[in-house]
């Protein structure tokens, strides 16, 4: 007869663990040496952000928080992908702002392949943010594109309207 289960003694297995498909630790770059309070007028004074971003072999967004008078707030990474895409909500992309009470973003993200030239599908995503910032009252002055060689503007290359035309001293 077998012992009830509360005597029964119990063998501890050695539990086999799997390595994670993905690293456990993305290598994401961290923002403790972003110049806060610097003025961002265009997509030139974000080139701080180049030898972040660019040196990377898949895609991450960001958003890039201003004040009144274009001073730069706030970075906050809202999405990591792949090497040709990276997804992110409008809730990841504008909450932090909103919480921080900033009222105008900049976009940013990464193109791991070198091509700085908007896709189709940045420049939907980009459509469906614009309108999504607009619903918690925060601005969305540009879409920037960070490649290992430059930093592009979709304002100065005509894909996105806006960028702060409203504003007195907004970015161009």
């Known amino acids: 007869m ?6 029964r003694k119990r063998t501890l297995k050695p539990r086999v663990t799997r390595r994670p498909r993905w690293p456990v630790h993305w290598p994401v770059p961290t923002w403790e040496h972003v ?3 610097r003025k961002i007028e265009s997509a030139k004074d974000l080139d701080f952000l180049r030898p972040l971003l660019g040196p990377l072999d898949f895609e991450v967004a960001i958003t890039v928080g201003v004040d009144a008078c274009l001073r730069l707030r706030s970075v906050h990474t809202v999405g990591i992908g792949t090497q040709t ?3 992110f ?3 990841a992309a504008f909450r932090p702002l909103v919480m921080a009470g900033i009222g105008a973003a900049i976009l940013v ?3 791991p392949g070198g091509r700085s030239t908007p896709s189709q599908a940045d420049v939907m995503q980009t459509a469906s943010m614009v309108n999504a ?6 601005e969305v002055l540009d879409h920037v594109i960070v490649t290992r060689r430059e930093v592009v503007s979709m304002v100065e290359l005509g894909v996105l309207l806006g ?3 409203g504003r007195r001293d907004g970015m161009r």
């Open 2 to 7: 077998r012992a009830p289960l509360m005597n």
């Open 35 to 37: 110049p806060y309070g």
């Open 85 to 87: 895409s990276v997804d």
């Open 89 to 91: 909500s409008a809730s």
């Open 109 to 111: 993200h990464n193109h």
């Open 133 to 138: 910032a607009g619903m918690v009252g925060i």
């Open 163 to 165: 960028g702060g035309e």
